[in-house]
């Protein structure tokens, strides 16, 4: 009988980590069901991601839509489960660390549905973070654990979840990355945005940490505002961020800060690439520039991504307008480090992930986990923030 695997995606950062694994398993002959929540629901969020990564569309839109993350993530609980139960798919696969990742998780657990969780194991070790409990509770409830990078299996270890759960297949944001670099560097997109030969800057900001404060918000605005003085800033702005923006005020039109609406995949991916510096408090982007060898800040006192930090392109910095300014002006004058290599980032963890869900392929972490003293070397590689006093 075809093996039915369903898929739940709901957010911006979902659909990139989708693109891959549902290409592969259709390869695989296996019915591939995919359901949208409706977290994110602006066609530039949205509808744009599915186009240019040739995912299909939605089987099945649950349209929740934004709200409070009891309401967002209740509704996808509500609208998910009777879905399932029609549905009895033979695995569930969710994405990330979204408000739709850990609903999703929680209906398809108690209708004992088969879990597999792609991009397991990350921890900030910050509970303030939606995210991080997001993590811990899907990590908690899935069956197959799909991990990014080997630290994920000292952290899953840390919490006695255990081996055999986990396959250390590689991070599927760099499957779509490589899959889609030789079309984005085609677009040109520095010179449509005329920074095109010069060293410029591209922006993300959209955690509540970093836009939900209006002084924050004002400093970092006002750190992007100083550094467009030396070097063009492109700034897509996120809806919550813009919302925030918005509530500020009319902004000083000497800011120099170029603010545009959320751009398609391949177009950022093109800016992205031929960018000097990238500011940010996104996790995918982390990863990107770390593969790219585009210097990166994130500007977050921690991340669960510490391979960014440790073998990758990414500095952290608090939000806060001096370490920001400096940090930045320092990456601007340095030389572009080597691009580095990062294990498994490779283009083919959605092949070893439908490997494992169809041929119970093993893709061991152990050698890592088993090691002898795994939460000695995860203290040791946990990145400090610039800015820190
Ligand atoms: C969510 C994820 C975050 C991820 C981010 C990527 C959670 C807890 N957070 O945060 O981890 O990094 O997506 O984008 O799941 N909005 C719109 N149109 C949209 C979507 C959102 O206008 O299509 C606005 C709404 O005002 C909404 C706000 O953005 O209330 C926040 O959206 P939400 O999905 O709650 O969280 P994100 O900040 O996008």
């Known amino acids: 009988m075809t093996m039915r695997v369903l898929s739940v995606v709901g957010a911006r950062p979902n659909f990139m980590k989708l693109a891959p694994v549902d290409r592969a398993l259709v390869k695989r002959g296996v019915e591939h069901v995919i359901v949208h929540t409706g977290q994110h629901y602006d066609p530039g969020m ?33 609208r998910l489960e009777p879905l399932l139960l029609d549905l009895r798919p033979d695995l569930m696969l969710v ?8 609903g999703a998780a929680l209906v398809a657990a108690k209708l004992q549905v088969a879990i597999g969780h792609v991009e397991a194991g990350l921890r900030s ?34 919490e006695g979840v255990p081996n055999d759960r986990m396959h250390f297949v590689g991070n599927v944001m760099i499957d779509t990355l490589c899959w889609a670099l030789p079309q984005a560097l085609t677009l040109g997109a520095a010179a449509r945005h005329g920074v095109g030969g010069r ?7 959209h955690r509540p940490t970093n836009v939900d404060d209006p002084a924050v918000l004002r400093e970092l ?32 039109a000497d800011g120099g800060v170029e603010l545009l609406e959320p751009l398609g995949y391949l177009e950022m991916l093109s800016l992205v690439a031929g960018s000097a510096l990238v500011i940010t408090d996104s996790g995918g982007l982390q990863e990107e520039t770390s593969y790219l060898g585009i210097p ?35 990456a601007l004058g340095r030389r572009s480090p080597a691009r580095p290599v990062i294990e498994r980032w490779d283009g083919r963890a959605a092949e070893r992930i439908v490997a494992v869900v169809c041929d119970d ?8 986990a088993a090691s002898p003293a795994p939460l000695a070397r995860r203290a040791a590689a946990i990145p400090v923030p610039l800015g820190a006093s």
């Open 125 to 158: 070790g910050d509970w303030t973070m939606p995210e991080e409990i997001n993590r811990v509770v899907t990590d908690r409830l899935s069956n197959l654990l799909f991990l990014p990078s080997r630290d994920a299996a000292d952290n899953l270890s840390a």
């Open 199 to 205: 060293p410029y800057v591209v922006v993300t900001l």
């Open 221 to 252: 605005l006002d750190a992007l505002g100083r550094l467009a003085a030396k070097a063009p800033v492109l700034f897509p702005v996120h809806p919550r961020t813009r919302n925030r923006i918005m509530g500020l005020g009319p902004l000083r």
């Open 361 to 368: 392929v093993r893709f061991d972490a152990d050698d890592a």
């Open 46 to 78: 949205s509808d744009a991601f599915f186009e240019e990564l040739w995912i299909p569309a939605p089987d099945h839109h649950l349209g929740v839509g934004s709200g409070s993350h009891a309401r967002q993530t209740a509704g996808v609980m509500q």
């Open 95 to 102: 994405y990330g660390d979204v408000n739709s990742t850990v």
């Open 296 to 330: 990166c800040i994130t500007v977050r006192p921690n991340t669960e991504r510490p391979i960014t930090c440790t073998h990758g392109t990414n500095r952290l910095v608090l939000p806060r307008r001096e370490p920001l300014l400096a940090a930045a002006e320092r």
